[in-house]
C-alpha cells in the first residue's frame, strides 16, 4: 500500500485529466438534484447527460465513460433503465457506481439495491445508515461517507476528512460526489485513488466555498465556483487523509 502523499499527487493529477479529457458520466440520479449534479460535473470538466428513459438509456450509457446510478426517486420504468443501463456498464468494462439512496427504508428498495450489488458495480457509495445492510460487495470499492469518508478494498482502508457541515444543507452534495467519483474512476484506473481524489476535491471545494458564504443558499453556488476554480495545489495543501487499513 503506498503513501497518502502518493493518493494526493494522484488526486491533484487525475483533477487535470478530467479537466483535458472531458469524460462523460451518465447519470441515473434522484430526480431531486439532477441540475445541481448536472451543472457540478460541468464546472469539475466533465460532461454530463441525464435521461432515464428506457428507450434511450443504453445508448447514452455505451457513449459515457462512466456510469453512476443513484436510487433516490425510484418507479418501475426507472428501475427498467437502471437495469439496462448497468448491463451495458458491465459488458463493456466500464467504471459504475451504485449509490443505494434511502435502501434503509423500503424493503423493496434494498432488495434492488442487493441486486444491483450482486451484478459487481465498480463502486458501491453510502452512508453509515445504508452501507450497514452491505458486508462484502463483490469486490467493489466500498464507500461510507460522513463527516469522515471512508473508503475500502480489501484489506486497504483511506478515510478522507475534508469536508464542512454547510455539506449537510444543501440537498444533492451526497449525489455529486458520487458522479465525481464516477469521472475521476474515467481517468484514474486505481478505484481506490480514483475516489479518494474525487472525494478530496468535493471536500476541499466545500471547505474553501464554506469560508466565502453566509449560509446555505450563497454556500451552494460558491460550491460550484470552487470546484470550476480549484487548483491542483489546492489539492496538495489541503488534503487531510490516512490510512486504517484491516
Known amino acids: 500500500m503506498t503513501g497518502t502523499s502518493d493518493f494526493v499527487e494522484s ?10 479529457q472531458r469524460p462523460r458520466v451518465h447519470c441515473l440520479m434522484n430526480t431531486v438534484v439532477q ?6 460535473l460541468a464546472a469539475l470538466g466533465a460532461i454530463p447527460s441525464m435521461t432515464s428513459t428506457p428507450e434511450e438509456v443504453e445508448a447514452f450509457a455505451r457513449r459515457a465513460d462512466a456510469l453512476v446510478v ?4 425510484l418507479d418501475e420504468e426507472r428501475r427498467r433503465a437502471i437495469r439496462l443501463a448497468a448491463a451495458v456498464a458491465r459488458d463493456a468494462d466500464k467504471p459504475w457506481i451504485v449509490d443505494p439512496v434511502h435502501c434503509d427504508y423500503p424493503p423493496s428498495r434494498l432488495a434492488f439495491a442487493r441486486e444491483l450489488i450482486a451484478s459487481e458495480p465498480s ?3 453510502g452512508n453509515a445508515s445504508e452501507m450497514d445492510f452491505f458486508g462484502e460487495v463483490n469486490g467493489a470499492l466500498k464507500i461510507k461517507t460522513g463527516a469522515v469518508d471512508e473508503l475500502t478494498l480489501d484489506l ?5 476528512e475534508n469536508g464542512h457541515p454547510l455539506m449537510a444543507q444543501v440537498t444533492g452534495t ?3 460526489s458520487g458522479a ?19 472525494l478530496l476535491t468535493s471536500g476541499i471545494a466545500a471547505e474553501i466555498a464554506a469560508e466565502r458564504s453566509s ?4 454556500f451552494e453556488a460558491l460550491f460550484r465556483d470552487a470546484l470550476a476554480a480549484l487548483r491542483a495545489e489546492d489539492i496538495i495543501v489541503n488534503a487531510r487523509i490516512s490510512h486504517a487499513d484491516g
Do not use: Q, Y
Open 123 to 125: 463502486v458501491v457509495r
Open 70 to 73: 443513484n436510487l433516490g426517486t
Open 180 to 198: 465525481l467519483i464516477a469521472a475521476f474512476m474515467a481517468v484514474e484506473p486505481d478505484r481506490l485513488k480514483a475516489a479518494t481524489g474525487a
Open 11 to 20: 488526486a491533484a493529477a487525475s483533477l487535470a485529466l478530467v479537466r483535458e
Open 35 to 40: 441540475k445541481f449534479v448536472a451543472d457540478g
Open 174 to 176: 451526497g449525489c455529486l
Open 156 to 160: 486497504h482502508t483511506i478515510r478522507v
Open 215 to 218: 449560509g446555505p443558499g450563497t
